[in-house]
Structure formats: C-alpha cells, structure tokens
Nanobody, 114 residues
Framework: QVQLMESGGGDVQAGGSLRLSCGASGVILRFNVMGWYRQAPGKQRELVARMRSGGSTNYADSVKGRFTISRDDAKNTGYLQMNSLKPEDTAVYYC????????WGQGTQVTVSS
C-alpha cells in the first residue's frame, strides 16, 4: 500500500521560508518521478517542481530561483524548500509520485501573508 504524508506547511509572512516534507511508504521515491503540486482556492492544481529518478529537476517559472526540490534516499523522503515566499504562493501543497498511475498525499496548507 502506497502512502505519502506531507508535513511542514503553515503560516508565514512574505519573504519567509518553509520546508515541506513528503514521507513515502510502499514506494521507493528514487526509482520514480516525484513532484510537488499546489492548488489555490478557485484554481486548478498546478505543478510546482518535479524530480526524476536520476535526480534531474524542473520547476514552474513562478518558483524558479526560490524553491528547491530534493530527496533523501535513505529516509525515502522528498522535500520542497521554499524561500522568499510571496502571498501568491498561498495554496494547499501536494506530493505526488508517478508510480502505477500516480499517488497523492493528503496535502498541507501554506499561507503567506503580506
């Protein structure tokens, strides 16, 4: 059974930082594509960052230079380091693994106040 558990969300002022974690069980992250997505109220879910099994990454233009996706293979945990946060980053953030059709975590709320 595959489970993804996000944590690390919260309330932060603009310019601040947060680090999201995605703990995985039932799937090995380093063998699959892992992604972070977000969904703001009234908007569609969008890709924020993605890491492939080989370690290559790509980012949404809106977060390039501010967010960093990473992975700890020993802990089977993915991370999203978010710096220089802006109010428009406010959303529920979801971890995804592209394994057998894809699995999602439950999401973690990030709220950035101006």
């Amino acid at each position: 059974q595959v489970q993804l558990m996000e944590s690390g969300g919260g309330d932060v002022q603009a310019g601040g930082s947060l680090r999201l974690s995605c703990g995985a069980s039932g799937v090995i992250l380093r063998f699959n594509v892992m992604g972070w997505y977000r969904q703001a109220p009234g908007k569609q879910r969008e890709l924020v960052a993605r890491m492939r099994s080989g370690g290559s990454t790509n980012y949404a233009d809106s977060v390039k230079g501010r967010f960093t996706i990473s992975r700890d293979d020993a802990k089977n945990t993915g991370y999203l380091q978010m710096n220089s946060l802006k109010p428009e980053d406010t959303a529920v953030y979801y971890c995804n693994v592209d394994y057998r059709g894809g699995y999602w975590g439950q999401g973690t709320q990030v709220t950035v106040s101006s």
